[in-house]
């Protein structure tokens, strides 16, 4: 059970996939929801189809791929897979309520964070169990990031900052931030 704990909290903090591995920075180069709240459903809507596409991934790894001696394969299947979700998910947001920003959907499309957190979450997993909290950890981690630099974003302070610096200098500047605070925790367990 302790190490189902380590898995979850280590994806949300030291093996973080954007501050760690740079997966996922793709809501960070551009305008990302404009609020704290939409941001944490796009991380949330992104977990989800991590932790569905990893148990798919796992199965299919299991069942087909190693039996059948096509590991090579695992990447490519992965990808199949999670391009079939995500195209699931952006037929369902397309019918999401009104108050759900219309480019949620572009941004679970194409946030590189899922394919980098299926494969991870894939490659550190012993078991089913495993790999399914390994993603939840990952994913979570994903969501926390984008919360926490929109928040920091919105506050008062930072209009005061120059023109050059808010934006897209300020969100890499605080996940460096992040990053660094992040790696103290990279010796525990």
Do not use: C, D
């Not at 897979?81 to 499309?109: D, Q």
């Amino acid at each position: 059970m302790a190490e189902f704990g380590y898995l979850l909290i280590g994806g949300v903090l030291w093996n973080n996939v954007i501050v760690t591995h740079l997966l996922g920075l793709y809501p960070f180069l551009g305008e990302r929801p404009a609020t704290v709240a939409q941001n944490g459903i796009l991380g949330l809507v992104t977990t989800v189809l991590v932790v569905v596409a990893v148990t798919a991934g796992f199965a299919l790894r299991s069942m087909v791929l190693v039996p059948m001696e096509l590991i090579y394969l695992e990447h490519l299947t992965l990808v199949l897979v999670l391009i079939v979700l995500l195209a699931g998910a952006a037929r369902v947001l397309r019918r999401a309520p009104a108050w759900m920003p219309e480019h949620l959907v572009l941004r679970v499309s194409l946030n590189s964070a899922a394919l980098g957190v299926v494969i991870l979450s894939l490659e550190r997993a012993a078991g089913p169990a495993h790999t399914i909290v390994a993603a939840l950890g990952l994913g979570l981690g994903v969501t926390v990031l984008l919360v926490l630099v929109e928040a920091i974003e919105e506050r008062p302070e930072t209009k005061l900052l120059p023109a050059w610096l808010r934006g897209m200098p300020l969100q890499f500047m605080t996940l460096g931030m992040i990053a660094l605070a992040l790696q103290g925790f990279s010796g525990i367990g």
